[in-house]
C-alpha cells in the first residue's frame, strides 16, 4: 500500500506561482512513476505532469508546458509541482497519483497508478 499526501493549494491570483507537494508513505517503488491529474467542476479529470521516479524522466501536458515543473526528492519520498504564470483555466482540484510497477513515464497519463491522494484545491483568479 501507498499512502498519498497533497499540500501546498490555495487562491492565487492570474500570473502568480504556486509550488504543490505529494509525500508518498508504505511501500516504496524506485522504478514505478507519479504524476499529477487534476479536475474542475463539471469536467473530466485531465493528466497535467508524470515523473519517473527512477532516473527522474518527465512527461507534460501540452497545456501546461514550459509553465510547470514537475520534480521530486527520493530522500523524502517527495513529488513537487512548481506552477508558474498561473490561468484562471489552472483551478481545479490537483490529485497526485503514484504506479509502483516499472512504467514507462508516459504510460501513467493513460492508465494512472492505483493509488491517489485526496486532492487540493487550487484557485486562479483572473
Known amino acids: 500500500q501507498v499512502q498519498l499526501v497533497e499540500s501546498g493549494g490555495g487562491l492565487v491570483q492570474a500570473g502568480g506561482s504556486l509550488r504543490l507537494s505529494c509525500a508518498a508513505s508504505g511501500r516504496t517503488f524506485s522504478s514505478g512513476a507519479m504524476g499529477w491529474f487534476r479536475q474542475a467542476p463539471g469536467k473530466e479529470r485531465e493528466f497535467v505532469a508524470a515523473i519517473k521516479w527512477g532516473g527522474g524522466s518527465t512527461y507534460y501536458a501540452d497545456s501546461v508546458k514550459g509553465r510547470f515543473t514537475i520534480s521530486r526528492d527520493n530522500a523524502k519520498n517527495t513529488m513537487y509541482l512548481q506552477m508558474n504564470s498561473l490561468k484562471p483555466e489552472d483551478t481545479a482540484v490537483y490529485y497526485c497519483?503514484?504506479?509502483?510497477?516499472?512504467?514507462?513515464?508516459?504510460?501513467?497519463?493513460?492508465?494512472?497508478?492505483?493509488?491517489w491522494g485526496q486532492g487540493t484545491q487550487v484557485t486562479v483568479s483572473s
Open positions: 497519483n503514484a504506479d509502483t510497477r516499472a512504467v514507462a513515464v508516459t504510460t501513467i497519463r493513460f492508465r494512472p497508478g492505483d493509488y
